[in-house]
């Protein structure tokens, strides 16, 4: 696997957009909105399905939000979600973050949302981030971090879970405790005027338990990670079974309760 390339670990089974397409420029991308202005033009990495593209939109309302993601699929979605909603400031694009095809200086805020933790090279993913945004532009980037998700109650079943997903992400050439990291990278890639701070997802309620772990049990089983970690020779899909009952139980419990923390970091170019 050469240093730039990377599996995708989740792919795009229902069970994995039914997570992205809950995604809000509020519930994702907070850190981020006080920075905009009407007239931004704004490059959205690794837009997926398009909510957040979408919300960035009618926030620069004279500006203009460009989405991009490396899954052509994916891209036709967002397209169709702008459509629907009447954004005629949106463009789609299928693009690798790594070898961006737009010219120096073209956008006043680059933003990614949870890709650095898939991409083979994040730091060269955040030069060619700086290398597209304007001098005074902004770069902001929001990962999770798994080796720090907390759960309630206790589980050795997905204690299992998190040990053998970060095993499958760091075979297919990704880093899931990416949060972390962000600061490091940003300088490693250059950036220097860099604001780190952290926010969090927390499911607890019995909607939120039922929404958060039927996913999970769902993603376990019947994603492109299930597959990719039988292949892969990191477990059975008879454990993949044990792991998809257990995230069951815990949604069921009436005192559950999961802690879902990202590192963020605004870089100033």
């Not at 997570?19 to 997926?48: F, Q, V």
């Amino acid at each position: 696997m050469s240093k730039e390339t990377a599996v995708y670990t989740h792919g795009h089974h229902e069970s994995v957009l039914r997570s992205h397409t809950w995604r809000t420029a509020a519930n994702s991308a907070a850190y981020l909105l006080g920075e905009l202005k009407p007239h931004m033009k704004i490059l959205d990495i690794g837009c997926g399905p398009g909510t957040i593209t979408a919300d960035l939109a009618e926030l620069v309302p004279q500006g203009h939000v460009t989405g991009v993601d490396i899954a052509a699929g994916i891209v036709g979605q967002a397209q169709a979600l702008a459509a629907e909603r009447g954004l005629d400031n949106t463009d789609f694009a299928v693009a690798d973050i790594h070898a961006l095809d737009y010219p120096d200086d073209t956008f006043c805020v680059v933003h990614a949302h949870q890709v650095l933790q898939h991409v083979g090279d994040p730091v060269q993913a955040l030069r060619e981030m700086r290398r597209v945004t304007k001098p005074g532009g902004i770069i902001a980037v929001r990962d999770s971090d798994y080796g720090a998700f907390t759960w309630f109650p206790g589980s050795p079943v997905l204690d299992a879970w998190l040990e053998l997903y970060r095993m499958v992400a760091r075979a297919n050439g990704g880093e899931p405790d990416a949060g972390r990291r962000l600061l490091s990278w940003a300088r490693a890639a250059g950036l220097e005027d860099i604001r780190a701070t952290a926010a969090t997802w927390v499911f607890a309620t019995p909607d939120e338990r039922a929404w958060w772990g039927g996913l999970w049990a769902d993603r376990t089983t019947a994603s492109v990670y299930a597959q990719l970690a039988v292949d892969g020779g990191h477990t059975t899909t008879g454990r993949l079974d044990e792991i998809a009952a257990a995230w069951r139980t815990w949604a069921a419990d009436d005192d559950a309760w999961f802690m879902v923390p990202h590192g963020e970091i605004l870089c100033r170019v």
